[in-house]
């Protein structure tokens, strides 16, 4: 065990980026619903956060991290000295925060708050109460290797499901019982002389335990073993066979997946690096007790000393006769009324849902963007680009799976289509094809004639993007300075910037020409205005105006040509839905508009992509 855990200064830099980017979301605000008699009254710290498989104290990092909330509606954000407020509400999964921008959602699991933050979990503890902890909330993502590190394996074929229940999850007696006996509820662990109990990573109740071991060099943690067992549901499970590239229907229906037996439970297993280190992670689902179990090792985990280690814990689960969710090909697909309307002032606005010949199942559900170059529909989604034919529903026609990370879709007249990301090199497709690869245009979106465009992320000024040939480049631009833009969109005549007010911190839209001159500017109202916005995520111009996306909100907004508000429709009047992510629309050649959400199923067997064509505006 001669490699150190070197990531741990640079985890412990993402975290606090983490802390402070979620502070500033949530923002001043008067009054909200009356709380009066919710369990989530008073004050919840941040206790611990979860990244890459390891654990760390919030408290390693800053004085303070907590919220408090309120009987009137209101909340307060303590980030060491600094005080934000609020607005919150009680939801049937937790609580929802709101500001004039954003909202974020904070999930009880177990009577613990969480919140996820572009991949690290934040864990809340009320004060006063004993908390419950889980510690099952990260996945990975980087290779996977396909052979088992151990002879210990064993495939689907061997249990009755993905995850065995009751008596068989306890391990086969053969453990080495000479160590020292660490004893939880729902695991037991005898470990030998080297390594230690980590304090700051235990936690244990009757629906969740976790606990940490680290072997140590001096004060230096050379391996790290973390431990959970948690009662939830098996949206984490199914996310991390996702993550890990593993077949779920190879898994649960052919049983042809390579499983590992981990203190009596089979389990999955992926080994990805972070910062530098290696990570092992088994993972496994008991499913006739309900609970999730993880073992994830930092660190030189293919030590012997690490295997002897593993051996000698054992997962004591019982079975409650929990189902779980169906898997996806089990489940009911969505299904909705084929046509909604709803009247925004003298307007009637007309939604068609456009079924997808075969679900398109997202895992990511801010992923989706739509593009659209006569009948020909592109959608990216999980990284994943798929080309349809539009007619009464979307038939597929090809897909093509991407290399590096995009978030933005775009087309131009010609029928060349371009993805970005950051970080990541802009393609040029046409026809199924990559046809050109430019590096350092990050996060951008590409104008319908194909001969500009326009570079962002948040944090930075816009930049153009030109093209000399199928060569691209950025220069300055001094057609708009707020280095707090989240989305950018282009029309035939106008540029749609969407992001934050410095002077208000409100959300605001703002409509350039083409130039880059300033031609009115959209939303900007506190929360509760009739015009206030929560995260744009598409603008769209069409012949009498603008329809703007907000995803947080779930509702779309319409605005005649000169800026004055029509109104808003929710998603559940204009679209039949329950709570889906609205996260991009695109015009066709006719006037009407694609647009473009993620939706759970009703049976909660999966997550889909589902589009509406709207007409009437």
Known sequence: MKRTRKYLQNGCAILMAGILILSTMILAGCGGKNMKGSKYLGKWNAVSAEMSGMEFAVSDFMDEFSFVFNEDGTCEAHIDDEVEKGKWEETETGIIIKDSKDTMDL?????????????????????????????????????????????????????????VSGPQSEADGSRDTSGTHLEMKLWDIYYPEGWTENEDYKGDSETSSYGRLDYKQGDTVLTAVNISATVEDCNDYRDFLHTSGIDAHAL???????????GG??????ETTSWGEPVLTYMGRDVGSGTTVKVSISGEYSDPAVEKLISNLAFHLKD??????????????????????KMIADTTITSVWVPVEEPLLAHDIFSGKMAAVGDRVFILLDNVLYEYTLGDSLTLKNTMKLEDDYEELSADQNGNLYLTGFMSPMLTVKDGQIIATNDDIDQAVIHSSGTWGLSWFFGSEPEKVVFDGSKASKEAWSGFSNESINTVSLSENH??????????????IWVLDTEGNQQMELGNQEFGGEQSLGSITDIQETEKGFIGLDGNMRNLLFWKSDGSFLGSAEDSELFGTNYPWISTAARLSDGTVLVGMTEDRADNSATEFIVYRVSGF
């Open 265 to 270: 439970v089979p389990c999955v297993f992926s």
């Open 495 to 508: 540029i749609f910037i969407a992001g934050e007010d410095p002077d208000t911190q409100n959300e605001a």
């Open 107 to 163: 999930t009880d699991k177990d009577g613990d708050l969480y919140i996820e933050y572009e991949g690290v979990s934040f864990r809340f503890e009320k004060e006063g109460s004993e908390g419950v902890s889980s510690g099952s909330s990260s996945k990975p993502a980087s290779e996977i290797v396909t052979e088992s590190t151990s002879s210990q394996s064993v495939t689907a074929a061997d249990s009755t499901s993905a995850g």
């Open 320 to 341: 409650t006769g929990n189902e779980d969710y169906p898997w996806p090909w089990e489940g009911e697909a969505f299904t909705t009324d084929h046509e909604h309307s």
């Open 252 to 262: 649960a229906v052919d049983k042809t997946v390579e499983q590992k037996n981990i």
